[in-house]
């Protein structure tokens, strides 16, 4: 069993950086890929970065591209979403989602992973 917790989320103005952070309990995240998605209120769940159990693959959303950027520290058993240039658009509540099973890809579909977090809030303000 995998237990993923987010955090780093809160209240940011616009233009501002915001850092959120997703561990790992009862497993290592090591050769895991990872991916961080986000839900809005009143709409599907999106996907928003992943990145690949080695760390050389990761993908990006078109709406995160040039802002946020991935990336993992196996030391830490913890990876990153760094979230630069916030925009109100970006408020949603975001995930992490762990894939044990592939090394070499990064997936951009939630039905790719296994286990999921909780959740973090992020509000982005004017």
């Known amino acids: 069993q995998v237990q993923l917790v987010e955090s780093g989320g809160g209240w940011a103005r616009a233009g501002r950086s915001l850092r959120l952070s997703c561990s790992a309990w009862g497993r290592t995240l090591r050769s895991t890929a990872v991916g961080w998605f986000r839900r809005a209120t009143g709409k599907e769940r999106e996907f928003v970065a992943a990145i690949s159990g080695s760390g050389v693959n990761k993908s990006y959303a078109d709406s995160a591209k040039g802002r946020f950027t991935i990336s993992r520290d196996n030391a830490k058993n913890t990876v990153y979403l760094q979230m630069n240039n916030l925009r109100r658009e970006d408020t949603a509540v975001y995930y992490c989602?762990?894939?044990?099973?592939?090394?070499?890809?990064?997936?951009?579909?939630?039905?790719?992973?296994?286990?999921w977090g909780q959740g973090t809030q992020v509000t982005v303000s004017s």
């Open positions: 989602a762990a894939n044990p099973r592939s090394y070499t890809r990064s997936y951009i579909y939630g039905t790719d992973y296994d286990y």
